[in-house]
Nanobody, 109 residues
Framework: QVQVAESGGGSVQAGGSLKLSCKHS????????LGWYRERELVASITLAG??EYTDSVKGRFTISRDIAKSTLYLQMNNLKPEDSATYYC????????WGQGTQVTVSS
């Protein structure tokens, strides 16, 4: 059973930054694209090779990365906007598992 544990959320003012982390147990031995979801909307993804994709609303502001050795996925969020407020989840894009608890991000104007 794959497990994920998201952390790093919080409350910030517009223009601020947060870095989310996701400790996971997805296999590193099979091609696996991982992603960050805002509620259930995929906002960023990264392949095992390191290729990234972003939804238009976060391009230029969010950066997804992964530390394979630490089985950890990250999302650096800069220039945050109130519309970024949501619970953020990580999951596999190519083979989704059960959702974790997520981490709450609140951006005030």
């Amino acid at each position: 059973q794959v497990q994920v544990a998201e952390s790093g959320g919080g409350s910030v003012q517009a223009g601020g930054s947060l870095k989310l982390s996701c400790k996971h147990s997805f296999s590193i031995h099979t091609p696996n694209t991982l992603g960050w979801y805002r509620e259930r909307e995929l906002v960023a993804s990264i392949t095992l090779a390191g290729s990234t994709e972003y939804t238009d609303s976060v391009k230029g502001r969010f950066t997804i990365s992964r530390d394979i050795a630490k089985s950890t996925l990250y999302l650096q969020m800069n220039n945050l906007k109130p519309e970024d407020s949501a619970t953020y989840y990580c999951n596999s894009v190519s083979a989704p598992s059960d959702w974790g608890q997520g981490t709450q991000v609140t951006v005030s104007s």
